[in-house]
């Protein structure tokens, strides 16, 4: 999967973790592919996620960023009086910015 994100090329080192979790939180629904991470088979609601930048690196043309991301995974099919309900879900991704394209590209490291 990737996606556009043309405001972090220019962002300075020292400022890029912080610009990436605030661009991060406020891409639309369905931008991440946070469905690799959920746990118990269910569907994933990212209307609310919570992203945590665990650590961040520069290579010539490149900045990679290692995110844990909070969100809601919804279960379904359980039998249960309460069923559908929501579940705390976690997972990390590994991110690739190429600085010359402002494209991005994410991958599942940890559901």
């Known amino acids: 999967m990737a996606i556009i994100l043309d405001t972090l090329p220019a962002t300075s080192a020292a400022d890029f973790g ?3 979790k605030s661009r991060l939180e406020s891409l639309p629904a369905g ?6 991470g959920t746990s118990q088979g269910g569907y994933v609601d990212d209307s609310d996620i919570s992203v945590t930048v665990i650590s961040t690196r520069e290579t010539k043309g490149r ?3 290692k995110i844990g991301v909070f969100f809601t995974e919804i279960v379904v099919g ?3 009086g309460d069923d559908p309900f929501p579940v ?6 590994l991110i690739s910015l190429d600085t010359n394209t402002a494209e991005v590209k994410f991958e599942v490291i940890q559901a």
């Open 18 to 20: 912080h610009a990436l």
């Open 31 to 36: 931008s991440l592919p946070l469905q690799q």
């Open 63 to 65: 900045r990679q960023a």
């Open 78 to 80: 359980c039998g249960c």
């Open 88 to 93: 705390n879900a976690y997972c990390e991704l």
